[in-house]
Each structure stands twice: as C-alpha cells, then as structure tokens.
C-alpha cells in the first residue's frame, strides 16, 4: 500500500476506505462475493504486464511458457470441476464470454457451413460478394431467452446490448401468476420462434431451472442450448445443483463469471462440448484481444478452491442461509417472489408490502448499514429504475460464516428499517419514489445492530490496513 500511496494516495485512501466500508457494512448483493487472499494476490502481480494473445501453445507473443502453465492449469481445473469437455478462461468478464459464445455458436453453425458451401474456409479471403452473403446469413438468426424483467440479463438480447444488434431478438418470461417459468408456455415459444439458440440463465430468477427439460425442448427445435450460469456457478462446483439442474452435461455451451457464488477473481469463462472448442478457442481475435494472465493465475486458485469438499459446504450453506432468509421475511410478513428460493438469491415486494419502491428501500437500508440493490420484479408498474423490489443474496454472508439464526435477525432488521420508511410527499401531492423520511433512531437501532453481527463475523481479520491521512 506504501507503494501505491507513494503514486496516488488518493487511490491508495480509497482502496482503504473501500475495506473500512465493507467491514461495516453487510452485504446481500447476490452477485458479489468476498474472494480468497490467495485469490487477490494471484490477481494483482507482474503478469499483468504480458501479452499473451492466441492460446495454450499457439500465441502470437513470445515468452508466453508462464502463461502457458496457468492458463493450461486453469483449463484443466476448470473442466475437472465442472467436469465439462471442453473450457476456455479468457474471457474478462461474463459479458465476454457471453460475447464469446454467441460468435462461436454461429461461427459453428451458420459461418461454417456457409464457408463449405462457398468453397472458401478462411472469411478473409471471401469476395466482397461472398462476404456479404455471411454477414446477412449470420446477422439473421434467432435467439430466445429470458426477459431482463424476468430476471434475464442484459446481454441476453436486450435492445440496449449489442447482443440485441447480433441477434433477432426474443424473450420468453415468467407466469404472470407463479413468477415461474412456464417449460409448456416456453416450448410453444420455441416451436413459434425456431431460434438459432435457446438461451437459459438469469441474474434475478430464485429458482433452479431443469436443464435436461430444457435440452429436450431445444432438441425438438434443433436449436443450441445456451445457459448462461454466472449467478449459480457456486451452487454447480459445490454439487448442490446436480441431475436435470446442472447444466453441463445438458447444455452446449455454458458461459459464467467466476467472481459470484464461484467466489474467484472477476472474470468469465466458457465451458462447451467438444463441438465448439474450436470456436470457442477464437475467442481472441473473435472478440477478445490479449487475455490476462493474472486473472487466470486467479481462476486456477479459485477453481482449486472450489474443488475442496468445504466448497460444497459452503455452497449449501448459501442455498440453506437464503432459505431461511425466505422464511424469515415471510414471518415478519414480508412478500417474498414465489415463495421462497431454490437458490442463492431472493426477490422482495417493498411496494406490495411496505408501500415503497425499491430506490427508497434500497438507499433506506444502505442508511442503515446494508448493501443490496433494488431489482425491477416482473410486470413492475415501478419500471427498471425505481422497481417495487430488492434482490437479496447470500453467497458473501455466508462466506464471513453466517448462519439461520442471523438471517433471523437481518429480516427483522429490514423489518425495522422498511416498515418505518415514510415517503415523501411531492408538491403534486403524489408520493415520491425516491424520497423518503426514516426516524434517525430507527437508523442508529439498525445500525447497532448489523454493526453487532458485522463484529461477530469479521471482514479479512488478517488484514491490518489504516487509513491513510
Ligand atoms: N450474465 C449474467 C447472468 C449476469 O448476472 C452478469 C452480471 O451480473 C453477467 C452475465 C455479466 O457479467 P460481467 O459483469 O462480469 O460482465
């Protein structure tokens, strides 16, 4: 830190400060994790200086045996975890792989062929002609998959991702009823639409889904099944999600991040059938330049980790804190998405319960020494920036070794907290849907109270970090 203070000590304040405001706060984000010291230190050291494009023993760079050694490691660890065929852990983010697995699934499937029947292999040497003819055919698939509202990612087709711009995009959603996902509803979809690829995945769904179901529906319709596992990545190397519900063994293609429940460094991956490896294996120049080579480094350790049998403790330690985190709001009265989760995550109803919006409850709590975000629920009347829910998530609780009883006490702090919120009246006389008054009593009552379960489970006790001045 001496270092990093001697260049910038504003930054090097701010990565403290970061440490201080973690250690204080609790964090329910589903989506974020606290990864290993192992984990942060392969991440942070001088194999960021190297180039490496290409991949295991075919780069376009020299000197790259180091990287070679850990990026063939992290492969190697990657598909015995997962036990998947093939795995490709280039990619920076789970955006990437998303990227990555698009342009080799039609790489396979439309560019390929095309090629064969142009007589052409390499896309450089085509015609202006010719390659117009790829470009239209590639441009005009299809793609169907969950709505962003459903609890669908971005990247998933959404107007505002390039995904949208790759693809016809289509979206198949929850029971307006159930908030399930309708496997008869999603077929009929299927057979309408003819896409390309199903894609199966979510950010915000507290269900598990059934895969195997899911590969027979697209095998009807010859599309690629797709499942997109950044959020339960965890839950599949911990064995809680096994059989018709995890997805490797259903899907041809998987894509995740590793930085969620899987609790390594950020970053993506790809893991698919031997079909696609070689596609996937483009994934520079497809769409990637130089990999990382320390976020690899990273991956290796974290996939070590997750191969360790308290992995798989832990991961149904986190399905099993989220369970009774359900039923806790349920007893204070709280409305719970679906009633309930099979998974790492749950959906709140402040605007049914608490007559909030999700942007009062989720800054209310913050207030009050709570991190979470507030997530649209589907058919919100609320819309994507103020919603009427809060995403819930577990894997980071869990990981500071949190357990039922305080999942108890955290539902009765929202309790606490939610049910006291009064919103602000605009001059129109309408309820705003950002303001809000919170009795300063009620927050500093709240406030003591995460601050007691935050002293019993310790952030990085290790780490003996000040603050610098
Ligand atoms: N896919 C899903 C299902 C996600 O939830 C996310 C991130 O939240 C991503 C992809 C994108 O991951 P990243 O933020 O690493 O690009």
Known sequence: LDQISAVSPGIARAIVQELHDQRNNLKLIASENYSSLATQLATGNLLTDKYAEGFTQHRFYGGCDNVD????????????LFGAEHAYVQPHSGADANLVAFFAILSAKIQKPLLSELGQEDPAKLSAEDWAKVRHAVHNQRLLSLDYYSGG??????????????????????????????LDQLRKQLHAVRPLILLAGYSAYPRKLNFAKMRELADEVGAVLMVDMAHFAG??????????????????????TTHKTLRGPRGGMVLCTKEFAEWVNKGCPSVLGGPLPHVMAAKAIAFREASQPEFQTYAQKIVDNAQALAEAFHIEGCTVLTGGTDNHLLLLDVARTFGLTGRQAETALRECGITLNRNSLPFDPNGP??????????PAVTTLGMGPNEMTEIARIFKL??????????????????????DPRIVQQARQRVQALLTRFPLYPEINLDLVE
């Open 69 to 80: 050694t850990i990026e063939s490691e992290a492969v190697r660890l990657a598909c015995e």
């Open 153 to 182: 990612h971005l990247t998933h087709g959404y107007r505002h991702n390039i995904s949208s711009h790759l693809f016809e995009s289509y979206t198949y959603s929850v029971n307006r009823e159930t908030g399930l996902i309708d």
């Open 235 to 256: 839950l599949v190397a911990g064995k809680v999600f096994t059989g018709d519900y995890n997805p490797i063994p259903h899907a041809h293609v998987v894509t995740t």
């Open 385 to 394: 920036w103020y919603t009427s829910g809060l995403r819930v998530g577990t």
């Open 417 to 438: 907290v939610l049910s006291n919120i009064t919103p602000t009246t605009a001059a129109s006389g309408k309820p705003s849907r950002a303001k809000y008054t919170l």
